[in-house]
């Protein structure tokens, strides 16, 4: 699996859009991106995936540039309730057969009013 | 909207005991999970489980563990002899499969374990 590189802890404050970079310099050429995002003491939640270019959905945007080898979460206007841990994962189909998400230590978003 | 469900919520047991986490994963998923994430500390994959039998498991995953699909909807993780250091969130998971494409594993809420 990729190896996946992004920093410990952001600050933000409401309204403001926040990019989380993480780099994947190792990254395959079938592995897909994804972020995961987690409120204290609940399970990960999937935000959004992507292989390439830009991808958007009703919570946040991906940018891939050309080379893969990193990508940039963006969360449009945010708001104290997007105060969370955020997660990249890089990676495809484990040995199994299986996708196995697997976890960093991830970025600490911290929103303040 | 589907979710995966953990029970209990909380699990207090004392030292040496055996504990079974419970799980009900999304009904036409294909792969199961089980992670448990230590307070503090980042999300360990414990273990993934198709077709009725394990696919993967991580080195924490030894013989004082063991997975079950006892009928079509639950999933269970079972900790024998447990020890203090098995205190942890323990997340069950599940995926529809289909692909490498599909990435998005749907996280139950979690069991507090707390051994004492």
């Known amino acids: 699996l990729a190896k996946t590189t992004q920093p410990i802890s952001m600050d933000s404050y409401e309204g403001q859009e926040v990019n989380i970079t993480c780099s994947h310099n190792?990254?395959?050429?079938?592995?897909?991106i994804t972020w995961y995002q987690q409120f204290p003491s609940q399970g990960p939640r999937f935000i959004i995936q992507?292989?390439?270019t830009k991808v958007t959905n009703e919570v946040a945007s991906l940018f891939i540039p050309a080379d893969r080898k990193s990508s940039t979460l963006s969360l449009p206007r945010v708001s104290l309730s997007d105060t969370a841990v955020y997660y990249c994962?890089?990676?495809?189909?484990?040995?199994?057969?299986?996708?196995?998400?697997?976890f960093g230590r991830g970025t600490s978003l911290i929103v303040h009013p | 909207e589907p979710e995966v469900t953990q029970t209990p919520s909380h699990q207090v047991t004392q030292m040496g005991q055996e504990v079974i986490l419970r799980c009900v994963p999304i009904?036409?998923?294909?792969?199961f999970y089980w992670y448990r994430q230590i307070l503090g500390q980042k999300v360990e994959f414990l273990v993934s489980?198709?077709?009725?039998?394990?696919?993967?498991k991580s080195e924490i995953f030894d013989d004082q563990f063991s997975v079950e699909r006892p009928d079509g909807s639950n999933f269970t993780l079972k900790i024998r002899s447990t020890k203090l250091e098995d205190s942890a969130m323990y997340f069950c998971?599940?995926?529809?499969?289909?692909?490498?494409?599909?990435?998005?594993?749907?996280f139950g809420q979690g069991t507090r374990l707390t051994v004492v």
């Open positions: 994962l890089v990676g495809a189909l484990a040995s199994g057969g299986s996708y196995i998400p697997t």
């Open positions: 489980f198709y077709n009725n039998e394990i696919s993967e």
């Open positions: 009904s036409n998923h294909l792969y």
């Open positions: 190792n990254i395959a050429t079938n592995d897909y």
């Open positions: 998971a599940s995926n529809q499969g289909g692909g490498a494409w599909n990435t998005e594993a749907f």
């Open positions: 992507g292989y390439k």
